[in-house]
């Protein structure tokens, strides 16, 4: 969108909002300049919504193309680890991304029972593990990349810690555990890499203990829109009410941007795309209650977008944009409407019942694999 577009969309509501409010406006002034502004909102929220209907259906068709063969080879020969990813993102980014584990650490620590036993599905650098080092418990990590898990031994092998740990390689949709192993389960930035994520949800119900916890974080589908609320109020709106009304959300990212390297895949092979999926709280949260776990909390973080402009100024400030981001994370957690529009979803749910069958059943889960199933 060019500046001039922008400076237009934002004058329009400014101007009318401004003739709506004034003092010395008559009655029917300000009726009229209201009226003006509500057809304006609906005018641009008609447009938004029918623009991200079509864009979320183009992403989940584009999802069809991925396969595993190319899931396998792209996690196993380009995805650097989180940590090898720091000195590529910067400090800022990093501090955004260290927020995360600290928010997934203190819930393991209110969890976890003295010489308890936790699982890290998708460890990848142990960035969970790093910051529980004192406490009694048994450290699981699995993930599905080789190099994952030899950083990840190295890693732990030269760290002295009271946390027992030990590591394995395998698939987060067939875990390698008996029933019931554990008490704490943490799922960070993974499910939404899954092409059957609810196989890994119900692997992960099947391996807590009655009464153990599941701690998510994912990519959240109610994130603030990348637009002022004063030229896209019913957006914002949106994604506020979408949250527990996943039928309302309009723009909701089913894939990574770029397709796979093309050099991973056979020679005649068109473009592939794999699951980046943002998910909808509400949506998640039944997935979770079918496989047998009630949701008792969730929150949603990381304030501002990544991808805005205001983060990308902060960026460039050092330790002062680090701090300040700190600030407007601290206060839009605590602000009403605006706290479920964080970039990521943070959920916790317990294990208090049976799954609704013994394998996913079809429809609970709207991804395109699950409905061909």
């Not at 959300?249 to 056979?266: F, G, H, K, N, Q």
């Not at 068109?270 to 997935?287: A, K």
Request: one cysteine or more; charged letters at 25%.
């Amino acid at each position: 969108m060019s500046t001039s577009t922008r400076t237009v969309r934002l004058a329009i509501p400014s101007a009318l909002l401004a003739a709506a409010t004034r003092r010395r406006a008559t009655t029917g002034q300000r009726a009229a300049a209201s009226g003006l502004l509500l057809g304006y909102w609906s005018a641009v929220y008609a447009a938004y919504r029918r623009e991200s209907l079509a864009r979320t259906a183009r992403e989940r068709e584009l999802l069809a193309t991925a396969n595993l063969e190319a899931f396998s080879r792209h996690y196993n020969e380009r995805v650097p680890t989180i940590e090898e990813e720091f000195d590529i993102w910067g400090e800022y980014h990093q501090h955004r991304h260290e927020m995360r584990y600290d928010l997934l650490a203190e819930q393991v620590r209110a969890h976890v029972p003295p010489g308890g036993r936790i699982l890290d599905v998708g460890c990848g650098s142990v960035l969970v593990a790093d910051r529980i080092l004192d406490v009694d418990a048994h450290y699981v990590g699995i993930d599905f990349g080789g190099h994952h898990i030899a950083y990840a031994a190295k890693k732990l092998a030269d760290t002295p810690a009271r946390l027992r740990s030990s590591l394995a390689r395998g698939d987060g949709e067939a875990l390698p555990f008996t029933d019931d192993a554990f008490d704490v389960v943490v799922f960070s930035e993974v499910i939404e890499h899954l092409m059957r994520p609810e196989r890994a949800v119900w692997e992960i119900a099947r391996v807590l203990k009655p009464g153990g916890v599941l701690l998510m974080t994912t990519n959240n589908a109610s994130e603030a829109p990348l637009r002022s609320p004063l030229s896209h109020l019913f957006a914002w709106i949106e994604k506020a009410v979408g949250a527990d009304h996943p039928s309302l959300i309009s723009m909701r990212p089913w894939i990574w941007a770029e397709p796979v390297d093309p050099t991973l895949l056979p020679p005649d092979a068109g473009p592939v795309y794999l699951p980046h999926t943002h998910h909808i709280q509400g949506e998640t949260r039944r997935l979770f209650a079918a496989a047998g776990l009630e949701t008792f909390a969730w929150s949603s973080f990381e304030f501002p977008p990544p991808q805005s402009a205001t983060a990308r100024w902060l960026d460039t400030k050092g330790e002062w944009g680090r701090r300040t981001v700190d600030v407007i994370e601290a206060a839009a957690r605590r602000t009403p409407v605006l706290r479920r529009l964080g970039c990521h979803l943070l959920m916790q749910a317990r294990k208090t019942a049976a799954p609704v069958a013994a394998a996913p059943p079809a429809g609970v889960w709207p991804g395109p694999f699950s409905e061909a199933a």
